[in-house]
């Protein structure tokens, strides 16, 4: 939905299963329009776009590209920006560490980015504008080279200018928005302001990086880095890395007690890459790639002050269980810093449905997704942004 300060929000259609185009619009038309019955009855409803290799491909024919465009028009609905993040499959088999791939030192990445950003330009976006949300580059467990990191950078660049002749062949300003994740090439702060800095160094016409680059704030991904969302948005506005993009979820979070490490031994499951970070009491972080390796250290983890655990869990849950809390404290600190800077998108992306533990999944999935859109439209009310 739109909503004040040339603000608009959305949910990640990531949580549906969809690969080719089909499966995709079935989610679309069976899911989506049920949470806009929901939480926007009567209103224009802003679709948060999750398209594959695939589904971009098949979507890109002329005439599914005019039946998607009429269905919009027909449903009332609009796409402010596309999740160009998962490449390939989502769900429903191991995905893990391969969701980077292929990273943007591969030649099919630029290629798949570059259809995206077509697709989004004949979207209309609102007052024309709108992202394309991406991986930041690599995930360090691919052990790129230099030289292969060059590349990569310049695989951004020229992404950054191809979306400079599309929007002077179309009108619409698009941009490219760089999601710092766990263990991701630029995972934090510092490591996303450091790699737009190499990226202005090597950019081949001056000023291409600030119209056509960003990055996409993930509340879930900066609290597992235990990052201040205050400063964090402070220094990378400051630091020429800015936010054009939201996506509101939360991490989880719990004490090292034995009890809630067994629990969280169970949250384990094979789908998704869970990134489990600790603090130590005098501030250290500690990274294992995911929950078993974490698990595989258990008299370390006893010792932390805390531990956090990058599994999407529902915006409205303060805690899960007695064991398990969530970082909801970075989610609400960082709506009260929104209206501030150039991003226009706000995202719900709780994509985990379907592995969550079943006494969290106590509902419909619309009704579920409803309900993290009024939590999120109270708290968005508190700090005076409202709906349209």
């Known amino acids: 939905m739109k909503l004040s300060h040339h603000l608009s929000l959305a949910y990640c259609t990531n949580v549906h299963r969809g690969e080719g185009w089909e499966e995709t619009f079935a989610g679309l038309r069976d899911h989506a329009l049920r949470v806009r019955d929901r939480v926007s009855p009567g209103r224009t409803y802003v679709l948060g776009l999750r398209l594959g290799h695939r589904a971009a491909e098949e979507l890109s024919q002329p005439e599914t590209l005019k039946q998607f465009r009429h269905w919009l028009d027909r449903e009332n609905c609009i796409v402010a920006g596309i999740n160009g993040f998962p490449y390939g499959a989502f769900h429903g088999q191991a995905v893990k560490d391969q969701v980077f791939a292929p990273d943007w030192c591969d030649p099919a990445r630029l290629a798949y980015t570059q ?42 660049l020229a992404c950054g200018d191809y979306v400079c002749r599309l929007r002077d062949r179309t009108g619409v300003t698009l941009r490219l928005a760089l999601e710092p994740e766990p263990i991701g090439h630029a995972e934090n702060t510092p490591e996303a302001i450091q790699l737009f800095a190499q990226l202005r160094a090597e950019e081949t016409s001056r000023g291409l990086v600030d119209e056509t680059l960003g990055i996409c704030y993930d509340t879930c991904h900066f609290a597992l880095q235990y990052e201040e969302a205050h400063e964090a948005i402070t220094r990378l506005h400051q630091g020429g890395a800015p936010i054009l993009k939201y996506h509101l979820s939360s991490a989880l979070s719990l004490k090292p007690t034995p009890v809630a490490l067994a629990r969280l031994a169970k949250m384990h499951e094979p789908t998704y890459l869970h990134q489990t970070m600790g603090r130590t009491h005098d501030g250290k972080i500690i990274r294992f790639k995911d929950i078993p390796l974490a698990m595989a250290a258990m008299e370390q983890l006893k010792t932390l002050a805390e531990v956090r655990v990058h599994f999407h869990v529902p915006v409205n849950a303060e805690r899960l269980s007695d064991e398990l809390a969530t970082t909801q404290a970075h989610l609400r600190a960082t709506i009260a810093e929104l209206g501030h800077g150039p991003a226009r998108e706000l995202e719900i992306e709780t994509y985990t449905w379907e592995v969550l533990p079943p006494e969290v ?27 349209l």
């Open 115 to 156: 259809k995206l950003f077509e697709l989004l330009a004949t979207f209309n976006p609102p007052d024309k504008i709108g992202t394309v949300s991406t991986l930041p580059g690599t995930f360090k467990g691919f052990g790129r080279t230099p030289d292969e990191l060059r590349v990569m950078r310049q695989n951004l």
């Open 361 to 387: 999944r106590t509902a419909d999935v619309a009704d579920m997704i409803a309900a993290e859109y009024r939590w999120t439209l109270a708290a968005l009310a508190q700090v005076g942004i409202k709906p």
